[in-house]
């Protein structure tokens, strides 16, 4: 007979065998599950503190970031806007009413009042509609002729002053810059002595400082050719009456050298420019533009000995040079010259123009300037030329 008690406890034995297995297993799942949670929440607690901060640190980044955008924007926007309502106030307080308008007195280079300063009284005067009858021009050298259309009456400061006084009074103005950036001594003077010769009475001024102040960041690659643009109005300069002249060759060419900070007094500049003075003169007549006058820091390079070359020296004056050149450049068949001062002027007087340098570090913002003006108006054609380039093209004393 089966062995009850037996078979009894041996089905307890393996019923409790199974339910220590399973308890056994049980416990291993169980803590594998708790690490699996304790390691989740770790995890996650690691990435909570990575996101928080990395949200710190873009926010504080981002901070960063904005706060120097917008101190940067503050440094080129806010100064700009304050210079042009400043400005701008001045201007209309200048133009408002009907006393007569000062425009100058111009004491600065001849370039920057062919290519700015003439360009922004036409739009002064065309955007606060003040007629010429106002205006009374103040510059020297007889330029009355650039200034036709924005003032009917032109003040000569060499008639005020003797040219020896007025050039050592302009140099002692500058002290090592020639931009009128305010209005000095000098200013003031000249402009009671013009207020005395028009009669006295209420006189307003438009100074050549209001546009340096203006376009001063143009000229230092900070602004726009577009803010300078918007004050500017360029136009063809047509003299309605032009200076008395001795008999000019027929179909000539016009040339005129100096030197500038653009354009150093080299013995090789010298030589090469003097082979190219003679290669045009060989094919027309050349009219050099040399003034002999020490009205300013440049020295004209003056080519004698060469045929068939006049040197217009002889017929200027302080009081007249520069109107003189006008006239002359105005009938020539084309201008060759330094990139600068009468070079800006010649296109605007409808001669093709062909002006060279030979470093054009401080030439880049005109260069610019003047190619867009030119493009706006029945302007002769004008070529910038790198004198460093002719340089290669010379084989011993013969241009190629």
Same mark, same amino acid.
């Given at each position: 007979m089966p062995n009850? @008690?037996?078979a009894t406890?041996?089905l307890?034995?393996?019923?409790?065998n199974r339910l220590?297995?399973l308890?056994?297993?049980s416990?291993? &799942? /169980?803590?594998r599950?708790t690490k699996?949670?304790?390691?989740t929440?770790?995890?996650?607690?690691i990435?909570l503190?990575?996101a928080?901060?990395?949200?710190?640190t *873009?926010?504080?980044?981002?901070?960063?970031?904005?706060?120097?955008?917008w101190?940067k924007v503050?440094?080129r #926007?806010?100064?700009?806007?304050?210079?042009?309502v400043?400005v701008?106030?001045?201007?209309w307080?200048?133009a408002?009413?009907?006393?007569?308008?000062?425009v100058?007195p111009?004491l600065?280079?001849?370039?920057?009042e062919v290519?700015y300063?003439v @360009?922004f009284l036409?739009?002064?005067?065309? &955007?606060y509609?003040?007629p010429?009858?106002r205006v009374i021009?103040?510059?020297r050298?007889?330029?009355s002729?650039?200034?036709?259309?924005?003032?009917?009456?032109?003040v000569?400061?060499l008639?005020l002053?003797p040219?020896d006084?007025?050039?050592?009074r302009n140099?002692a103005?500058?002290?090592?810059?020639?931009k009128q950036?305010?209005v000095?001594?000098?200013?003031e003077?000249?402009l009671?002595?013009v %207020?005395?010769?028009?009669g006295?009475?209420?006189?307003?001024v438009c100074?050549? /400082?209001?546009?340096f102040?203006l376009?001063?960041?143009f000229?230092?690659g900070?602004? /726009?050719?577009?803010?300078?643009l918007?004050y500017?109005? &360029?136009?063809?300069?047509v @003299?309605a009456?032009?200076?008395?002249l001795p008999?000019l060759p027929?179909?000539?060419?016009?040339?005129k050298f100096?030197t500038?900070?653009?354009?150093g007094?080299?013995d090789?500049?010298?030589d090469?420019?003097r082979?190219?003075?003679? /290669?045009?003169?060989?094919?027309? @007549?050349v009219?050099?533009?040399?003034? *002999?006058?020490a009205?300013?820091e440049?020295e004209d390079?003056?080519?004698? *000995?060469?045929p068939?070359? #006049?040197?217009a020296?002889?017929?200027?004056?302080?009081?007249?040079n520069l109107g003189?050149q006008?006239?002359?450049?105005r009938?020539?068949?084309?201008?060759?010259?330094?990139?600068g001062?009468?070079?800006?002027l010649?296109?605007?007087l409808g001669t093709d123009?062909?002006?060279?340098?030979s470093?054009?570090?401080?030439?880049?913002s005109?260069?610019?300037?003047? %190619?867009?003006g030119?493009?706006s108006?029945q302007? *002769?054609?004008?070529?910038?030329?790198?004198?460093?380039?002719?340089e290669?093209?010379?084989?011993g004393d013969?241009?190629l």
């Amino acid at each position: 007979m089966p062995n009850i @008690p037996l078979a009894t406890q041996n089905l307890a034995r393996v019923a409790q065998n199974r339910l220590a297995k399973l308890h056994r297993q049980s416990q291993k &799942y /169980s803590g594998r599950t708790t690490k699996l949670v304790r390691d989740t929440l770790k995890d996650g607690r690691i990435g909570l503190r990575r996101a928080a901060r990395a949200a710190t640190t *873009g926010t504080y980044v981002g901070a960063v970031r904005f706060t120097r955008y917008w101190k940067k924007v503050n440094e080129r #926007t806010w100064p700009r806007l304050t210079t042009d309502v400043s400005v701008r106030l001045d201007l209309w307080r200048a133009a408002r009413g009907s006393a007569p308008i000062v425009v100058g007195p111009w004491l600065s280079e001849v370039g920057y009042e062919v290519l700015y300063w003439v @360009p922004f009284l036409r739009w002064f005067v065309d &955007y606060y509609r003040i007629p010429s009858s106002r205006v009374i021009a103040v510059s020297r050298g007889g330029v009355s002729a650039w200034y036709a259309g924005i003032a009917d009456r032109y003040v000569e400061l060499l008639d005020l002053y003797p040219a020896d006084e007025f050039a050592a009074r302009n140099r002692a103005r500058q002290q090592g810059d020639q931009k009128q950036k305010g209005v000095a001594a000098l200013d003031e003077e000249i402009l009671a002595k013009v %207020r005395e010769r028009i009669g006295g009475g209420d006189l307003h001024v438009c100074h050549p /400082s209001m546009m340096f102040r203006l376009l001063r960041q143009f000229w230092l690659g900070n602004e /726009s050719l577009d803010h300078a643009l918007s004050y500017l109005h &360029y136009e063809t300069i047509v @003299p309605a009456q032009a200076p008395a002249l001795p008999q000019l060759p027929d179909d000539y060419v016009a040339m005129k050298f100096y030197t500038a900070r653009s354009f150093g007094a080299h013995d090789r500049h010298n030589d090469l420019l003097r082979a190219v003075v003679e /290669s045009t003169a060989r094919h027309h @007549p050349v009219v050099l533009l040399g003034t *002999g006058l020490a009205l300013d820091e440049h020295e004209d390079f003056l080519f004698g *000995g060469i045929p068939n070359v #006049t040197n217009a020296a002889a017929w200027m004056r302080p009081e007249n040079n520069l109107g003189v050149q006008t006239e002359i450049i105005r009938r020539a068949r084309r201008f060759v010259g330094t990139c600068g001062s009468v070079a800006w002027l010649a296109p605007m007087l409808g001669t093709d123009t062909l002006a060279v340098y030979s470093d054009d570090h401080l030439l880049t913002s005109h260069l610019y300037a003047a %190619r867009h003006g030119y493009a706006s108006m029945q302007a *002769g054609r004008f070529v910038a030329l790198d004198l460093n380039a002719l340089e290669l093209m010379a084989v011993g004393d013969t241009l190629l």
